[in-house]
């Protein structure tokens, strides 16, 4: 039976029938979903959230040599940080057969950088597959473990935005036992000192060799011959779209396996067409290739090489052809940014950060870079996962050395902090900057929609377990200076910063309060008790000064005929924050 | 049935847009069609301007739908009709749910919500509105009114004769089964 199955659903999928049995990650839009999906399988599939991609890769790494076929996930800049393994793992090559997907973001729908990372494939020198949609991901998954063991190769599984998260039919099959493989020690394969790696280089060189002639051969590859005056060679969701454009008046060459490329049967479809066109999102990576191979054809002098690709742009810049539109003004349709929720334990921690002077607010990577936006402004950059703590150290050692008026906050989640922020605060301990670093530990992975981690007490697959003790942590990496408040109190927030700002050595503040969205443990239930609540503006009293909605809680609005605020009860939870602020008490919690 | 159909659902985080495609696409999958559907969103979990689109037909190759393209906009939330309305086909239908959430900007009062959003709707297309909310209150969950929505959207787009009552049980909580079945109907009436 068909059912209709998301690309990362259709990866678990293949996964699952190709009889994976290890599989970890890091959370990360688009990615998340596949982990997520792959923990239901608790009797065959052993399912982990890692701290960061570098941990996940490197442990799927550790299964695939022990002999299992296992799995690794990450959004495109998390290969960045798996990057120092991956390199080294395309040398020893495999046991177990082993994918690495990665999901890259056209569009930065939720990313900080838009990469195209099938780069990857050709720099580490590894074996490729890219599905344009959800029966390609289930049906390319099971090959690539069928490649990876035939090869000895890690796959790089190429994945986008639109091929994760779009949903499209899948005829599905039966999970195929696999035997795990007998782990034999090797330590010419598994052992990359340079002697041994020397060895290695030369047969990946080899193996490339013999990838490529696969690569001709295999139908993952594939043409598909129509009227030859336009040929067109695409991959990925490119194809699909290219496919809705020209339809039947135009031959296709579909690349499913893009590293290495088939350079023959390249050559024999672009000998047979009059115009080739090469149809990719984001980078001329096949057509940088395709060119050097001394075969002419047209590709980013046309196509963008910014943004998501989509059929009205193939349409436009290859056809001169548009859709003939609504004729409207959209100028008074107001934005409609993402932000804080209402209850957000974070909101109240920004606001009373962002009334302060001469602090630069060194930002990361989660929801509390929403805390960036109007009106709180409580951001001065953003660089990638963990690095708010270290950028904010180098940012403070600068200050310092000249004088500078300025002082470093540094805010980061409790998910990041476990990511590699820890790596950057032994950085500040061990230089000693006087860095104030904030970490917003509101229990759980917020942003990716409330993944467990080390601080929440379970595991994916939902098993108890040891808890990070965040204060303790910080502790033993040298910090002496801590202290644990609530976020919601404003007062609470208002002394802990005058105190770490007081301070010339680097301090911690830890805010500990559970994300509003999240389903409370019995452990959140019994140390934050029922908070749940409501608050309600007495309009006798208030002035219309508007305080309030300078926190930007999205359950207040400020009503313009009687210049009064009012509070939208179905969103109130009661924080207080707004409370708080009010120059004249004009509002109370009432029992909701 | 030769041409690919398009339909593009709109609203705010929250408001159960995902889930009308959800059961909007499990429907037409039993009646047998090729389907793709497309979500789009931003960051935020609540609170942003959320998309959901779906094809169908005998064969789809795209996952979205190009500007122009929609046969139908069904917008959960008045404003969002009007930020989506270049997606429609200029012989397309609208139907657009009689009911404002004011985002950040408008809260703050950095912006104001746009007037007579409905107006320019029936001026520029063939526009259906519907009090959703209303009609949901009334049946005892505000909730409800996605349900509202896609039972003008079935109507709208004449696919009257799938048991959508059926799919409607099948993807919706069990206590909140009776109310979204009222829900449906009260949006098949709602639309000529």
């Known amino acids: 039976m068909k059912q209709l199955l998301t690309g990362n659903e259709a990866v678990v999928q293949g996964a699952y029938e190709a009889g994976v049995t290890y599989a970890c990650a890091y959370p990360g839009t688009p990615s998340t979903e596949i982990l997520e999906n792959i923990a239901a399988y608790k009797e065959e599939i052993t399912a982990e959230w890692a701290p960061n991609e570098k941990t996940a890769l490197e442990s799927s790494i550790g299964a695939c040599y022990a002999g299992a076929r296992s799995l690794a996930a990450m959004k495109m800049v998390g290969v960045n940080v798996a990057a120092d393994p991956l390199f080294s793992f395309s040398y020893s090559g495999v046991n177990g057969g082993l994918v690495l997907v990665s999901a890259d973001d056209p569009g930065m729908h939720s990313s900080q950088n838009e990469q195209d990372n099938r780069y990857y494939a050709k720099f580490a020198k590894l074996a490729m597959l890219e599905p344009s949609n959800s029966q390609e991901c289930r049906d390319m998954i099971k090959a690539a473990y069928e490649i990876s063991e035939k090869f000895n190769t890690p796959i790089l599984f190429r994945m986008t935005t639109r091929v994760s998260h779009s949903k499209s039919l899948v005829e599905a099959g039966e999970r195929t036992p696999i035997e795990k493989k007998p782990y034999v020690k090797n330590l010419q394969k598994y052992d990359l000192v340079p002697a041994v790696s020397r060895v290695l280089h030369r047969k990946v060189e080899e193996r490339l060799k013999d990838l490529e002639q696969f690569s001709n051969e295999t139908d993952i590859n594939f043409i598909e011959w129509n009227d030859k005056a336009i040929g067109i060679i695409s991959s990925g969701v490119a194809y699909e779209y290219a496919r809705e454009v020209f339809g039947n008046s135009a031959s296709y060459l579909k690349l499913g396996f893009t590293y290495p490329l088939p350079m023959e049967k390249i050559q024999q479809f672009a000998a047979q067409v009059k115009t080739l066109y090469v149809i990719e999102e984001l980078e001329p990576y096949l057509e940088e290739q395709i060119k050097a191979a001394g075969i002419a054809c047209i590709g980013k002098e046309k196509i963008p090489v910014l943004g998501e690709l989509t059929p009205d742009i193939i349409a436009k810049v290859l056809l001169n052809k548009e859709n003939s539109l609504i004729a409207y003004d959209d100028s008074s349709v107001a934005n409609r940014p ?239 924050v707004c409370q708080q602020v009010c120059p004249v008490k004009a509002i109370a919690k009432v029992a909701k | 049935m030769a041409q690919t159909k398009n339909v593009l659902l709109v609203g705010v985080g929250g408001q159960g847009t995902i889930l009308v495609g959800k059961i909007l696409s499990s429907g037409l999958v039993n009646a047998g069609f090729d389907v793709k559907m497309s979500e789009v969103h931003g960051m935020a979990q609540r609170g942003g301007s959320v998309s959901n689109q779906v094809r169908y037909g005998e064969k789809v190759y795209s996952p979205i739908i190009s500007k122009g393209q929609a046969d139908i906009l069904v917008a959960f939330e008045s404003m969002e009709a009007l930020r989506w309305l270049e997606y429609l086909n200029p012989k397309g239908k609208v139907v657009v749910n009689d009911y404002q959430i004011p985002s950040a900007p408008i809260l703050m009062g950095k912006q104001d919500y746009p007037e007579g959003v409905l107006d320019i709707l029936k001026e520029k297309a063939d526009t259906s509105v519907v009090k959703a909310a209303k009609l949901a209150q009334e049946l005892g969950n505000i909730k409800s009114m996605n349900i509202v929505l896609f039972g003008a959207l079935v109507k709208g787009m004449q696919l009257t004769n799938i048991n959508w009552e059926q799919v409607i049980k099948n993807n919706v909580k069990p206590k909140t089964v009776e109310v979204n079945i009222k829900a449906f109907r009260a949006g098949l009436n709602a639309v000529s």
């Open chain 1, 338 to 576: 993402p932000s804080l929720c209402a209850g957000c334990p974070h909101r109240g921690f920004f606001y009373a950060l962002a009334k302060r002077k001469n602090i630069m607010i060194s930002g990361d990577i989660g929801c509390y870079g929403l805390g960036g936006a109007e009106p709180l402004l409580a951001k001065d950059m953003s660089v990638c996962m963990g690095a708010s703590i270290s950028v904010g150290h180098g940012a403070q050692q600068t200050f310092t050395k000249f004088q500078d008026k300025y002082r470093v906050v540094a805010t980061i989640g409790d998910s990041t902090f476990f990511h590699t922020g820890v790596n950057s605060l032994m950085h500040i301990a061990y230089n000693q900057s006087k860095t104030v670093t904030c970490i917003l530990d509101n229990r759980i992975t917020g942003m990716t929609g409330h993944q467990e981690n080390p601080g929440t007490g379970y595991t994916l697959q939902g098993k108890p377990t040891k808890i990070v003790d965040i204060p303790e942590l910080c502790k033993a990496i040298g910090i002496e200076h801590i202290r644990i408040i609530n976020p919601n109190d404003l007062t609470e927030v208002n002394d802990a910063l005058d105190w770490a700002l007081s301070l010339d050595e680097p301090s911690v503040i830890i805010t500990r309060w559970p994300c509003v969205l999240k389903k409370h443990s019995t452990e959140d239930k019994s140390e934050f008790g029922d908070y749940r609540t409501n608050c309600d503006v007495d309009l006798n009293k208030c002035i219309g000064c508007k305080a309030c909605i300078k926190t930007g809680c999205p359950a207040l609005r400020f009503d313009k005929p009687i210049k009064k605020v009012k509070i939208d009860s179905a969103q109130c939870i009661g924080c207080g």
